[in-house]
């Protein structure tokens, strides 16, 4: 049995990817949390990711460039809102570092983790603040690309981190 999820949970405004992984807890929130891990899984190929920054407190960027497979470059910067050590992480793109507004936010996205047995409970959350923006963001491929992206973080971290 899983704890209650840290945050709100809105079914009409928010999409969840929640799953059992067989990989270490430590492990999932080093490749969450350090840019040269998190380069390899956080996109679903064919897209990449070409930059990352990281400075891992609230307030504190959190920087993805996401390459598209023609090698155009897409930023998305944003800051980190909680930092709970191997256990949950809360960041939006509405705010840049320094909680300085960014004037076009699209989401506020939470990842819990939970260890359970030798593997870790995920949960992958993504606020929106309306049912537009929450509809769009499904409609974009919320399930798959951010199951896809789960799956290859566990590749990654049985390939590199293990």
Not at 100 to 113: C, D, E, K, Y
Request: proline share 7%.
């Amino acid at each position: 049995m899983t704890s209650p999820l840290k945050i709100d949970f809105d079914p009409t405004l928010d999409l969840m990817l929640e799953r059992t992984i067989d990989v270490p807890r430590h492990l999932v929130w080093i490749a969450w949390t350090q840019p040269e891990h998190l380069k390899h899984w956080f996109c679903p190929a064919p897209w990449s990711v070409s930059h990352a920054e990281i400075d891992l407190r609230p307030g504190g960027k959190f920087l993805t460039t996401m390459r598209s497979p023609e090698g155009e470059d897409h930023p998305n910067a944003g800051c980190f809102l909680e930092v709970v050590h191997e256990e949950l992480l809360v960041f939006t793109d509405a705010l840049l570092p320094g909680y300085r507004p960014s004037g076009a936010g699209f989401m506020t996205g939470a990842v819990q983790l939970e260890t359970v047995g030798t593997g870790t409970h995920y949960r992958a959350l993504a606020k929106h603040a309306d049912v537009a923006a929450r509809t769009k963001h499904e409609e974009m491929g919320f399930h798959g690309g951010w199951g896809t992206a789960a799956d290859q973080m566990v590749a990654y971290i049985k390939a590199h981190l293990t």
